[in-house]
């Protein structure tokens, strides 16, 4: 790949991994924060859904990193670090599953 | 349901933990699990759920610096990442299955080997010329594309390498990562101990890419942050999965190591770094003895 466009997949990627890692962190502080102030106003159950929402949100956010390099890289034809990419959210995605045993 | 009080207390210890974390270069899960256990009496495994759920705040909030600095290599992280999400998996599996007791004990002598690197660490800027011997000898042939002074650091298309310019050595350092089979074994290990103890794992990664790998200390440390989030989630996802995680713990922690640790990047360098590193080792040694004391109490009732 040409030094410039080289240059200008990196700079997307890391564009796309900040601002999913600043939107995910945003949302799921939100979340936990409006969830706890609504716990002690109501102490409904709801509230604390949205607590455990956003711890939730939170655990997803550095997959969905994962998730758009695999996308950027594949979309770059950096076929090596792709499947790198779809490796870790393999595992990460059965951890989950491999958890429930 | 927790009091007021205590989720404010709760919310607190993250803060300081989060902010003392940053200042001496420490995740700050090795602060809360133990004040977790002995302050807040939660059980081992509950303390070691609300610590990954800090430690992926943390990461996450200070992974965007780490990209917008340039230095964190992806393409290595996500590599080394298989082997940290792994072990980062069996680790939580395992601390699942094991006894509080033993979670205590390893989680005593896990403070213990911490107390005893921030005794003997120096100030965290790297040396120059640290890690120089890898990066000089693949200095010549330095592609055209490198970074000019000043410019971006650079990782490059399907390679393990990369390059910055370092203003210590005023000049540009270009890398190229050896050995990602030690690196991996390391990092299997370093998810392991994530995941059993709700830790970052870093103090294994760093100088295992640093000394192991020949990646420059600055590029590791970087790196090394950058992949914790992802290797805390997978060892995250089982204790949710398992029902091991407070939410209504787990939230002010997280709040307040977040708080914490962006608070403490503005006054960093300014505080005594050295006198600091003591004080915390002191802590934690005097947390690691009465882990060991409530052990041999609970072991004597028998």
Known sequence: MPPDESKSVEDRGRRVVQRVLSTGLAVSVAAMAAGMAASFATGSDAAGELVLAGIVILAATPVLRVVSLLVIWSRARDWRFAIVALAVVAIVSSAAILGRG | ?302
């Open chain 2, 1 to 302: 349901m927790p009091s007021l009080a205590t989720v404010a207390a709760l919310a607190a210890a993250g803060l300081g933990a989060g902010a003392l974390g940053a200042m001496i270069g420490i995740g700050g899960g090795v602060l809360l699990v133990p004040a977790l256990v002995l302050v807040f009496h939660t059980t081992p495994h509950v303390a070691v759920a609300t610590s990954l759920v800090a430690v992926v705040a943390t990461s996450t909030a200070a992974g965007s610096a780490y990209v917008a600095s340039g230095l964190a290599n992806m393409r290595l992280a996500m590599t080394l990442e298989i082997a940290t999400t792994i072990g980062g998996a069996l680790g939580g599996v395992a601390a699942a299955h094991v006894a509080p007791n033993v979670l205590s004990a390893a989680l005593a002598a896990l403070l213990v080997v911490t107390a005893g690197l921030l005794s003997t660490a120096r100030d965290r800027s790297p040396p120059p010329g640290h890690a120089r011997g890898a990066a000089r000898a693949i200095e010549r042939e330095a592609p055209t594309d490198a970074p000019a002074p000043h410019e971006a650091p650079r990782e490059e298309h399907g390679a393990l390498a990369g390059s910055y310019f370092d203003e210590r050595e005023g000049r540009v350092v270009r890398y190229e990562a050896r050995r990602w089979p030690l690196g991996a074994a390391v990092s299997l290990v370093a998810g392991a101990v994530s995941g059993m103890l709700g830790v970052g794992g870093g103090f294994l990664k760093v100088p295992a890419m640093a000394l192991g790998m020949g990646v420059p200390i600055r590029v590791a440390a970087a790196t090394s942050n950058f992949m914790i989030g992802v290797t805390a989630a997978s060892s995250l996802s089982i204790y949710l999965v398992r029902g091991l995680v407070a939410p209504r713990i787990a939230a002010p922690v997280a709040l307040g190591v977040v708080a914490g640790s962006l608070a403490a990047t503005r006054v960093a360098g300014k505080v005594p770094g050295r006198a600091l590193r003591l004080l915390t080792s002191a802590a934690l040694l005097v947390a690691a003895a009465q882990l060991a004391l409530r052990l041999i109490h609970s072991d004597a009732a028998r």
